[in-house]
């Protein structure tokens, strides 16, 4: 083992797929029953203004692997057949690289969306739920991505099971995204429990060095689908309605079609939606009494955040791909080794892609040049940091147009190419981003302003090598 990590806490991210920032306890949610990600949040630092640098899986994800922008690492876009998305070029490093070739124990359980995967001596890993499969295999956008080690797993257990996923999802109840059923499997089988039990498996092996482990859940990414007894935590008529679902048509830059759902299935998605937000909760709860009975606390960094967040009614769309708050922030929060740190909450805007450098940072290895990302050591033991503008960025599927976007902690702007437009919110007057005022003379020194905000933050990474 090398000197650098000798002594090294032991290092955990958990990653959710397409979780919306309100969709806990700690960020103001008093429906929503989340006790012990809300608990790990309040024992560590809760970021409430943490932004994705890109709005899509594998773009965003490749951003917190490198700690790099998406312009810098060039996973730009994701292709419609998910396995043909071109992935990190062969020269760019993961941290857990980085980690690897310190002296950790590197491993990954579930959804890391990382094509090859990259930095990991231990690989238990499934592409996500894809609410476009409805087959495992013959589609022409690739096999079902739950794929074949989750697949293995779950036919040792019950002959037959993997194949029960899809036939439900070709009867007429199934609606891609607005999709709102039982799953089929019982809680024993659904794939975050299996997620769950790999990573305890992992945190129970008996090793002489400090570890890093990615945990990466697949929900509450749709198909909205728990498995019961999950499906009656919310009762349809309990849940709120989409705040800006009915708002007037505004222009919209994402690709996404709008979406016309009666009340009650736009309530049972959404209550399925928090339904697997709390599945993902009990989850965390039997990984952490792992790591208390491993006595492994003390001496373990556990970070939380997701690749993006998901428009769930609001302006009539479903899924991501944009700029909207919703879509970009996400909750976040780190819980470091030792003890309470001195700061709890932290208000100042940090990007995801920042906690590339942190695991860095409490693993005692340097943090290379190349990456723009910044540690939020500083932040959580209370000596400042954060950042003025958060960028982020995006190329539709088909690279028909694409985004850059800069927010700072009252305006947005957003680049747009493909003819167009341009857009920027005032947040603090318009936190629903309905009204654009791009063209508005009264924003113009503002607008100005954000733009070369945007050129800085792009001609300073291109200058990072």
Request: with cysteine; net charge negative; hydrophobic share 35%.
């Amino acid at each position: 083992m090398s000197d650098s990590v000798a002594g090294s806490p032991n290092l955990i991210l958990v990653t959710t797929d397409q979780q919306r920032y309100e969709t806990l306890g700690v960020t103001g949610n008093e429906q929503i029953r989340t006790p012990t990600l809300d608990s790990l949040a309040r024992r560590g630092t809760f970021f409430r203004n943490a932004f994705v640098q890109n709005p899509v899986c594998i773009p965003s994800r490749a951003c917190m692997q490198t700690g790099r922008y998406t312009h810098q690492h060039g996973v730009r876009y994701m292709e419609s057949v998910i396995d043909t998305t071109p992935g990190l070029p062969g020269w760019e490093h993961t941290f857990m690289e980085r980690l690897q070739a310190a002296g950790y124990e590197t491993g990954a359980v579930g959804k890391i969306h990382m094509m090859p995967e990259k930095g990991f001596h231990h690989l238990r890993v499934c592409g996500g739920k894809g609410a476009r499969w409805i087959h495992s295999e013959g589609q022409e956008i690739g096999p079902g991505p739950l794929g074949p080690t989750y697949a293995g797993w779950l036919e040792e257990r019950h002959p037959g099971a993997y194949e029960m996923i899809y036939e439900q999802r070709r009867r007429p109840e199934y609606r891609g995204q607005m999709t709102s059923i039982v799953n089929v499997l019982p809680v024993e089988e659904y794939v975050d429990r299996w997620i769950a039990e790999e990573a305890i498996e992992f945190i129970r092996h008996e090793r002489e060095r400090p570890f890093f482990l990615w945990i990466g859940f697949c929900g509450p990414h749709g198909p909205m689908d728990p498995p019961r007894p999950y499906d009656e935590l919310y009762p349809f008529d309990e849940v709120p309605w989409p705040r800006t679902l009915d708002a007037p048509e505004v222009p919209d830059n994402s690709f996404r079609q709008r979406v016309h759902a009666d009340p009650a299935l736009m309530r049972r998605v959404i209550s399925y939606y928090w339904a697997l937000v709390t599945f993902i909760d009990d989850m965390m709860k039997r990984i952490g009494d792992a790591l208390d009975e491993e006595g492994l606390w003390d001496n373990t960094l556990l970070a939380l955040t997701s690749d993006h967040g998901d428009m769930l009614g609001d302006k009539a769309r479903m899924g991501k791909g944009n700029f909207y708050d919703i879509v970009t922030h996400v909750p976040t929060f780190v819980m470091p080794p030792g003890g309470t740190p001195a700061t709890s909450q932290v208000n100042e805007l940090v990007e995801v892609m920042d906690i590339a450098p942190t695991m860095l940072d409490y693993a005692g290895v340097e943090i290379p040049s190349v990456m723009q990302a910044t540690s939020l050591r500083p932040l959580i033991e209370g000596r400042g940091g954060g950042h003025e503008a958060v960028l982020c960025e995006y190329t539709t599927n088909d690279q028909s147009f694409s985004g850059k976007c800069v927010r700072t902690e009252r305006y947005k702007y957003c680049f747009w190419t493909g003819g167009r437009a341009d857009e920027f919110y005032d947040l603090e007057a318009d936190p629903d981003e309905l009204n654009n005022l791009i063209d508005d003379p009264a924003y113009a020194r503002h607008v100005r302003r954000h733009q070369e905000m945007m050129l800085e933050k792009l001609t300073n990474s291109e200058k990072v090598f």
